[in-house]
T-cell receptor, first 115, second 110 residues
Framework: GAVVSQHPSRVICKSGTSVKIECRSLDFQATTMFWYRQFPKQSLMLMATSNEGSKATYEQGVEKDKFLINHASLTLSTLTVTSAHPEDSSFYIC???????????FGQGTRLTVV | SQQGEEDPQALSIQEGENATMNCSYKTSINNLQWYRQNSGRGLVHLIL?????REKHSGRLRVTLDTSKKSSSLLITASRAADTASYFCATGTSGSRLTFGEGTQLTVNP
């Protein structure tokens, strides 16, 4: 299957700082990428959908100014958590699809801890 | 409540027994997928069943889909301790966008 790489796998940052998470499709071009968040012992919740070259579409309740998404190329999308706070500590996971309406492949996730 | 509700929330069985997890959803779907997640890790894709399919097999996994009842089940036969994980169903309505269920925590005791 297709490979999606997420980096870093773990990050610890201080409250008030920003953290960038990368999601790369290694062997295919991803026109659409999705970002999910998972709090401990909970399910995955979709945060936003990003299409290459256009602005991301955010789910209701997700602050677009806090979670900046950039999908500047067909193989890379980034999620920046700005001014992180302890409540932003979570598991962030991306998925990528070659074209809309096809199977999306998941990255291995990023464990963010804000102290 | 969200699309993709699962039951049971937690299931504990002995090695060798079968494990059945159920998933219900609310809207029309294109496909339904099952994933496994080991504690603190990423997702492992198990199986995808399309809305026009009723049953699918993959090794020790058997998935059924009943679109009239908007429900699906995942059966793991002859379970092993290594099957211990959280299992999520995810429904695909709009292409590659997925909505995940609450998940079932399966514990297989050796």
């Amino acid at each position: 299957g297709a490979v999606v790489s997420q980096h870093p796998s773990r990050v610890i940052c201080k409250s008030g700082t920003s953290v960038k998470i990368e999601c790369r499709s290694l062997d295919f071009q991803a026109t659409t990428m999705f970002w999910y968040r998972q709090f401990p012992k909970q399910s995955l919740m979709l945060m936003a959908t990003s299409n290459e070259g256009s602005k991301a579409t955010y789910e209701q309740g997700v602050e677009k100014d806090k979670f900046l998404i950039n999908h500047a190329s067909l193989t890379l999308s980034t999620l920046t958590v700005t001014s992180a706070h302890p409540e932003d500590s979570s598991f962030y996971i991306c998925s990528a699809a070659a074209v809309m309406n096809t199977e999306a492949f998941f990255g291995q996730g990023t464990r963010l801890t804000v102290v | 409540s969200q699309q993709g509700e699962e039951d049971p929330q937690a299931l504990s069985i002995q090695e060798g027994e079968n494990a059945t997890m159920n998933c219900s959803y609310k809207t029309s779907i294109n496909n339904l997928q099952w994933y496994r997640q080991n504690s603190g890790r990423g997702l492992v894709h198990l199986i995808l069943i399309r809305s026009n399919e009723r049953e699918k097999h993959s090794g020790r996994l058997r998935v059924t889909l009943d679109t009239s009842k908007k429900s699906s089940s995942l059966l793991i036969t002859a379970s092993r301790a290594a099957d211990t994980a959280s299992y999520f169903c995810a429904t695909g309505t709009s292409g590659s966008r997925l909505t995940f269920g609450e998940g079932t925590q399966l514990t297989v005791n050796p």
